[in-house]
């Protein structure tokens, strides 16, 4: 389980963009909302305690239970379906002591675990393109996600399904399957959208089609739109270099008025627009881009293919899930919540990112064999 590194190959600028975004996601929490501040806190310090213990854990170790692994994925998922907390129409949290838990996503960087080590068997066997591979691929996929979406948790489904089907396409699918799929989702996907629209449409809830609807016709549903509207002008309102952690007392902001609701969790970038401005977002989206970068770096040098596979999808893990995250803050997309990796608070988002990039961590310090 434990081997002896040579610690100058530790990833020490992956380890301190980390530790940096966890801290400042500390921060812009706390000048939303001073009671969540101590609870993120010490998640951040458990994190990084996680981070740093599985960064010297052989992954190979771990992916020794990726079957495992899943069905306790499958099974938490269930569970919470059956006696889970339901919040605003949507079953996803366990309430234990106090403490909220949710297995969704955990699930996420426990799919990357399993989906890493079944698409490299396919890798070693040659077989990523065979009807079997794909076969498997589809049908391990789509149960965790039915689970998800019973929950329901669109959000979540579209961004583990956009990493798996990156992943999927990193381990060598053909371009000839990929160029089919295409063909076959991009009517697909016009035809859902028609759907959707009609009154009895058994597919989505009625609040995930408006949000979908007010994207598409934002001024036939101006009261599904005030969310992102509220979170453009306070990210607006930070101007060049922001408005500070520690605003003046005199001055509103909209942690003070409540113009955006769970500001810390799904909306937090519209507090980061606002306390650090347009020169503070960019250098906040700047580490992030570069702990995407270093996650790629560290697969491209991972000494065998998953590895390989687990490194960058945890790298695609954040990136997208950033990229939906910002932009629905910023109004580029539908209104959906999934929260800022590492930034907003969640004690389970965070704990299960600080798994996976531990195990990154580790990759990084056993080289590929040339």
């Known amino acids: 389980m434990f ?9 020490f600028i992956l380890f301190f963009l980390l530790l940096a975004i966890m801290i400042i996601g500390v921060y812009v929490i706390d000048s939303v909302n001073e009671e969540y501040t101590v609870k993120q806190t010490v998640g951040v310090i458990l994190a990084v305690i996680i981070m740093i213990v599985l960064s010297f854990i052989d992954y190979h170790f771990i992916i020794k239970f990726y079957i495992p692994l899943y069905i306790v994925c499958n099974i938490l998922l269930i569970l919470v379906l059956v006696a889970g907390s339901t919040v ?9 002591a106090g403490i909220t838990f949710q297995p969704s996503e955990l699930g996420k960087t426990i799919l990357i675990i399993f989906f890493a080590t079944y698409l490299s068997k396919l890798m070693d066997a040659e077989k990523v393109s065979s009807f079997g591979g794909i076969a498997g691929f589809v049908i391990f996929w789509s149960v965790p996600v039915l689970l998800i979406y019973q929950e329901p948790d669109l959000s979540t489904l579209i961004c583990i399904t956009m990493v798996l089907l990156t992943m999927f396409y990193m381990s060598g699918l053909s371009y000839k399957i990929i160029g089919i799929a295409l063909l076959i989702l991009i009517p697909t996907f016009s035809i859902f959208i028609w759907y959707i629209q009609k009154p009895d449409q058994k597919l989505l809830y009625e609040h995930q089609v408006k949000r979908i609807m007010s994207f598409i016709y934002p001024s036939e549903y101006e009261d599904e739109t005030m969310q992102q509207e509220n979170s453009v002008m306070a990210i ?19 942690s003070d008025t409540n113009l955006i609701s769970e500001q810390q969790t ?10 650090f401005g347009f020169f503070g977002s960019v250098i906040i989206i700047g580490i992030i881009l570069l702990i995407v970068l270093q996650c790629i ?18 790298g695609c893990l ?8 910002i932009g629905v803050a910023t109004r580029l997309l539908p209104n959906t919540g999934i929260p800022l990796p590492f930034i907003s608070y969640g004690l389970t988002s965070l704990i299960s990112l600080a798994i996976g990039m531990g195990i990154v961590l580790n990759i990084s310090l056993q080289k590929r064999k040339y």
């Open 236 to 254: 607006g309102s930070g101007q060049l270099m922001g408005k500070g952690i520690k605003k003046d007392k005199n001055e509103s902001n909209t």
């Open 318 to 325: 954040v990136g997208f899930q950033s990229f939906i995250n």
């Open 88 to 96: 605003n129409n949507a079953t996803r949290w366990f309430t234990i």
């Open 266 to 275: 799904d909306f937090i970038f519209s507090a980061v627009g606002e306390s």
């Open 297 to 314: 770096r560290t697969g491209r040098r991972a000494r065998d293919d998953v590895g390989f596979l687990i490194a960058t999808g945890m």
């Open 3 to 11: 081997k002896k590194y040579s610690i100058k190959y530790y990833n």
